[in-house]
């Protein structure tokens, strides 16, 4: 009995002292952590923080992390694209007039002005007059050499004539002004696009 007793206690001893071995163990990082400051402070020192060595050098990204990258807007799914769109060729442009004189005269209408089968470019102005209805003008169909007689608000292919002015006593102040009208396209949609065109006689434009 007595034997088990000893046996006993000397079990509970070592228990006891092995405990003892594991907190001292986990005391002893803390304990070394602090024993730089503490040493350096025994040496009359004062702890400046880690060393040089210690510490890792900044590496830099390539980025700005205070620039705010901003993305350019654009509709979802889509590219605008753009496209001037030509005019007939001047054979189809003839052959429509053409077609609208038949229509007229079957119907005994008037017929369309011959100048309407041209562009506001393919028309040279001659010469600007002025006569009791107003201003008048001569033009010159390139294409063609065809002349013209042509007044306020004549129907050309691509426009009209918006105004025919000078001053008798100043002939270099003689002009015709055209509205000229073409046609462009956003992803397949067409838009008219104006612009006026002023022509003086012996002018090409």
Do not use: C, H, W
């Given at each position: 009995?007595?034997a088990?007793?000893?046996?006993?206690m000397t079990?509970?001893?070592?228990?006891v002292?092995?405990?003892?071995?594991?907190?001292?163990?986990?005391?002893?990082?803390?304990?070394?952590?602090?024993?730089?400051?503490?040493?350096?402070?025994?040496m009359?020192?004062?702890?400046?923080?880690?060393?040089?060595d210690?510490i890792?050098p900044?590496?830099?990204?390539?980025?700005?992390p205070?620039?705010?990258?901003?993305?350019?807007k654009t509709?979802?799914g889509k590219?605008?694209q753009?496209?001037?769109?030509?005019?007939?060729?001047?054979d189809l442009?003839r052959a429509?007039?053409?077609?609208?004189?038949?229509?007229?005269?079957?119907r005994d209408?008037a017929e369309?002005?011959?100048?309407?089968?041209?562009?506001?470019?393919?028309?040279?102005?001659t010469?600007?007059?002025?006569?009791d209805?107003?201003y008048?003008?001569?033009?010159?169909a390139?294409?063609?050499?065809?002349?013209?007689?042509?007044?306020n608000?004549?129907r050309v292919?691509n426009g009209?004539?918006?105004?025919i002015?000078g001053?008798?006593?100043?002939?270099?102040?003689?002009k015709?002004?055209?509205?000229?009208?073409?046609?462009?396209e956003l992803?397949?949609?067409?838009?008219?696009?104006?612009?006026?065109?002023?022509?003086?006689?012996?002018?090409?434009?």
């Open positions: 009995m007595k088990k007793t000893i046996k006993r079990l509970q001893i070592l228990l002292l092995t405990m003892a071995v594991i907190v001292s163990a986990q005391d002893k990082p803390a304990q070394k952590a602090d024993a730089a400051p503490q040493s350096q402070q025994a009359g020192k004062e702890y400046l923080g880690p060393t040089a210690s890792r900044y590496r830099s990204s390539g980025r700005d205070f620039k705010r990258t901003v993305k350019p509709p979802a590219l605008q753009t496209r001037m769109l030509g005019y007939p060729t001047l442009r429509e007039f053409r077609q609208k004189v038949e229509q007229a005269r079957a209408g369309p002005d011959p100048v309407s089968q041209y562009l506001v470019a393919e028309l040279d102005v010469g600007v007059f002025r006569d209805r107003g008048g003008a001569f033009v010159r390139q294409p063609t050499g065809t002349m013209f007689f042509v007044r608000g004549a292919f009209e004539i918006l105004r002015g001053d008798a006593s100043d002939p270099g102040s003689a015709v002004v055209f509205r000229e009208v073409s046609y462009q992803n397949g949609k067409q838009s008219p696009q104006e612009r006026v065109v002023t022509k003086a006689p012996g002018e090409k434009k």
